[in-house]
């Protein structure tokens, strides 16, 4: 699909971004979120409330795709070296599952530059700011999965091979957060039995980047995606 793109290179990303979402540094954020989609009001008109939210996730969609084509444009500097640079991206993303996993503890990966929000009606433009703010200030702690993303990107060497990627993993986020601002109150069961099994869920989401980190350094991963383009 999508010229040489392959479905298990879309779902991995997918599943990243969702992934990303559950995470222990975001997911405890999204009634803040929700608020601030709402303007804080009670009983909100959903259409605006939904309209807010799809431009939130514009803008951090937007500075995805910008990282998405930053990596495949390296990659494509490096075309040459692709054995290299697949050994060098897998290892950083099994890296990264080391760390998800709590195997390995790496500072940098777990902290978070959190803007301040606020509750108040907001107009549309500055959801899409703010979504721009996510991406930034959330993407330390969130970088294991984000970082997956992008090494993948690097190491296809090309600009819409990275866009599409990220367009995926950007999607795998978004998908959540606009169910979260229309159904906020009929998920609070399902974030309360994720933030209960936080070690289990981050333990089994660590082991599959390290995974994927092992199908790219060994060559299999772009097996698979060649045998699935």
């Given amino acids: 699909m999508f010229g040489n793109i392959s479905l298990i290179e879309c779902l ?5 971004g969702l992934i990303t979402f559950i995470s222990p540094c975001v997911l405890p954020m999204i009634p803040v979120y929700v608020l601030y ?5 009670e009983g909100a ?4 409330t939904l309209l807010r939210a799809l431009c939130f996730v514009l803008g951090f969609t937007l500075l995805f795709v910008v990282l998405g084509v930053f990596a ?3 990659g494509s500097l490096l ?7 697949n050994i060098i991206c897998g290892l950083v993303i099994v890296v ?3 760390h998800y996993a709590g195997f390995l503890k790496i500072g940098l990966l777990s902290k978070t530059l959190k803007p301040g929000t606020s509750v108040e009606a907001k107009g549309y433009f ?16 969130t970088g294991p999965f984000l970082g997956s ?3 993948m990107a690097a190491t296809q060497g090309q600009v819409m091979h990275g866009v599409v990627l990220l367009l995926f993993y950007s999607l795998g986020l978004a998908v959540p957060f606009i169910l979260c601002a229309m159904l906020i109150d009929q998920l609070k069961g399902a974030f309360n039995w994720i933030k209960r099994h936080y070690g289990i869920i981050n333990r089994v989401c660590g082991i599959f980047l390290i995974l994927v980190g092992i199908l790219m350094m060994t060559g299999l991963f772009a097996r698979l995606s060649a045998m699935l383009s």
């Fill in 12 to 16: 991995t990303t997918f599943l990243e």
């Fill in 37 to 41: 989609f709402t303007g804080g009001e």
């Fill in 45 to 48: 008109h959903r259409g605006k």
């Fill in 72 to 74: 495949a444009s390296l």
């Fill in 79 to 85: 075309i040459r070296y692709q054995q290299i640079v």
């Fill in 96 to 98: 990264f599952g080391l």
């Fill in 126 to 141: 500055s959801c899409i700011l703010l979504g721009a703010v996510f991406a930034v200030g959330w993407s330390p702690c």
């Fill in 149 to 151: 993303a992008m090494m």
